[in-house]
């Protein structure tokens, strides 16, 4: 019992001088023992530890003084890696992610839309091993998968409970990507996994209440509390897209009428505009915005309408210091921003709250989906022991 209670011990020292070294580098074995009150001798100890598993090293920081040089430490970029996944309905995106969020390697593969769960899991498979193969990626070092897609998902069972956009129902995509790839898998909804990468690294950073919005292929929302995903009872919150608007409205691919995202999402806008002339595109339609063609101008801008209720919903429910922007709308068009700023400070965000929050588009843009899914497969299946 003593012996496996020194064995935890060690153990646990081990993870909160990683964990130091990862989160402050460069840092000094000085400054770990001072900050966790562990005696110099054991931090050296874990330190050449994790030297020899090649995790961390050391290097010299040059300073302007005369002083002796500190001995600094960093962990190694390519120490710990994780594939991090993004699915959608048209394509799907697959990244190598190194320890620090850094995407090393992507590839992106078109979908098609009538592909089943098996013909994209297998495709999906296929691109991963001849990225690996490509790179020369190391995959000793590989931690796991990370997988983010549109839709409910069961992020304990790795279960994809209902996508619209994927028309999949009840898939346990965990298993069969693990029996695909022979590496571990964790699955969530790609919004809170784009959450979490811009909280760590992108346009959230230091806010204790984030919202993310996200504006393309669907609509939908992720809230981060004090650095942690709020998920609800069945991981569904944030399901913004399909909240009632209009009950009168038109149907939704969810099966209800008058969801907001009817009036948002790029395939409703593209029946809309196959009225007036065909259009295949969001870009074309944009195109014949900055045209001036007038039935271009109202639809695009009352889909501008729909996103400054939508921000100012959020607002009035969570009361958040900062809003993100992200999706296909913001990121092929950024130049909409501004709008919706106006629309928000003149027309629809409650008086009271304008002044309460930072509003801004995602900094991580096509990367940020990617870079959560392999944070998360790092957090899931990296362990030093």
Known sequence: ?????????????KKTV????????????????KITGMSPTTVSRIVGELSEQGYVTEFELVSNGLGRKAAMLKLVDTSVLSVGIELDKHQYRIGIVDVNGVLLYSRVRERLPEESAEETLNNIARVLQGMIDS?????????????????????????????VQLGWRKVNIVQQ?????????????????????????????GSKRTVLLGFGTGVGSALIIEG????????????????TIDPNGALCECGKTGCLQTYIITSALLNEANKIRPMDTIEELFEARKSGEMWAVQL???????????????????????????GEWLEKFPEIQPDIEQLCNTRFVWELLRNTYGLQCTVLGEEGVMIGSGLLAQTRFFSLD
Do not use: W
């Not at 590989?142 to 409970?161: H, N, T």
């Not at 709020?230 to 399901?239: F, H, K, L, P, V």
């Open 300 to 326: 695009i801008d009352r889909a501008l309408i729909y996103m400054a209720i939508t921000i100012n919903n959020v607002l009035c429910m969570y009361n958040p210091d900062m809003v993100i922007l992200s």
């Open 228 to 243: 942690e995903i709020y998920r609800g009872e069945s991981n569904s919150a944030g399901e913004i897209g399909h909240t």
């Open 177 to 205: 990507l693990k029996a695909l790839t022979g590496y571990e898998v964790a699955v969530d909804n790609e919004l809170k996994l784009k959450a979490l990468a811009e909280h760590v690294k992108g346009a959230a950073a």
């Open 18 to 33: 990683y964990e130091m070294i990862k989160v402050r580098s460069p840092i000094s074995r000085a400054l770990i023992a």
């Open 135 to 163: 790179e020369g990626v190391n995959s000793t070092r590989i931690a796991g998968i990370g997988i983010g897609l549109p839709g409910i998902v069961d992020d304990e069972r790795g279960e994809v409970v209902f996508s």
């Open 1 to 13: 019992m003593k012996k496996h209670d020194q064995d935890f011990m060690r153990l646990q020292n």
